[in-house]
């Protein structure tokens, strides 16, 4: 009985390990892709394997990244009626020795990265140093901590271009900061809602029609950028226009009548025809630019 449990018991404690890691967020880092598509570099094979080289490494970051918030939340989170439960440290699951233990293998991960892409590794040590400013200070200052939000996919934008050595359009940074600023808007939104002012201090600061406020005007600049940027500079790409307006107003539906946004990664995923107009999106835009 004992040596049938042991295995099991091992298995429960890799597997925690693997959610304190959170792999399902891994998909935001999609976003260091867009370089790679918008450029039409997506056949050159060269090209690609320094976007997912950029990619793997923004992953280990964001896992460690999420690591450092809940050793750092971890007495609150056993307060909270549902991260006491879902997440490895509040509920035991995962010890602090363990949880720090995996840390210090991840940065060495990003150091060992770090030679093979001495560029990109800049831009994730801003993204790390970013988000110890955020989880020790910047959280807490209302629209800082939106716009701190949003700098992280930013980056990750940034990334992508290093990666490829090219340079980052201004259309596409105000893109992405418009899109990154509506998502963080529609979290705050929802975190309002859902829980009131208890969920996290800075709530306290915020009004529901004022963030709303702010994901309405995000939302509309992301659109009109994008639909700029196309007219501007891809016009071959005037057909997806219809496809990001359809995804912001199934987005809003997801959030406002089935009750998700807090999280962009459980509303994507939990959504077919959201994550369908995304696929498709992205299978326009590469039929669009694809190298003549």
Not at 99 to 116: D, K, N, R
Not at 233 to 240: D, N
Request: overall charge positive; glycine content about 6%.
């Amino acid at each position: 009985m004992h040596n049938n449990a042991d295995p099991l018991k091992q298995q429960r404690s890799v597997m925690a390990l693997i959610t304190l890691m959170r792999p399902k967020q891994w998909i935001k880092n999609g976003f260091v892709l867009a370089p790679l598509l918008f450029t039409g570099s997506f056949l050159d094979v060269a090209a690609v394997k320094h976007a997912l080289l950029a990619v793997l490494l923004f992953c280990i970051a964001s896992s460690a990244t999420y690591i450092v918030n809940d050793i750092q939340d971890i007495a609150r989170d056993r307060q909270h009626p549902e991260k006491a439960k879902k997440r490895p440290l509040a509920s035991g699951a995962v010890t602090v020795r363990s949880a720090l233990t995996l840390l210090l293998i991840l940065y060495a991960l990003l150091f060992i990265g770090g030679w093979f892409s001495s560029k990109v590794i800049w831009v994730i040590v801003g993204y790390l140093l970013l988000n110890v400013a955020y989880s020790l200070v910047l959280k807490h200052q209302p629209v800082v901590d939106i716009f701190s939000i949003a700098l992280g996919f930013v980056l990750r934008v940034f990334a992508g271009a290093v990666a490829l050595n090219v340079p980052i359009s201004g259309w596409m940074f105000t893109t992405t900061l418009s899109l990154a600023l509506y998502l963080a808007a529609v979290k705050r939104s929802q975190e309002l809602s859902q829980r009131g002012s208890g969920g996290r201090a800075v709530l306290k600061k915020y009004s529901q029609p004022l963030v709303d406020r702010y994901a309405e005007m995000s939302a509309t600049c992301a659109l009109v950028f994008y639909s700029m940027f196309v007219m501007a500079a891809k016009p071959e790409l005037v057909i997806s226009v219809p496809l990001v307006m359809f995804g912001l107003y199934r987005y809003w539906y997801v959030v406002d009548i089935l009750g998700a946004g807090e999280s962009p990664t459980d509303a994507l995923l939990s959504d077919w025809p959201l994550l369908g107009t995304l696929v498709l999106w992205v299978g326009v835009c590469a039929w669009a630019l694809w190298p003549v």
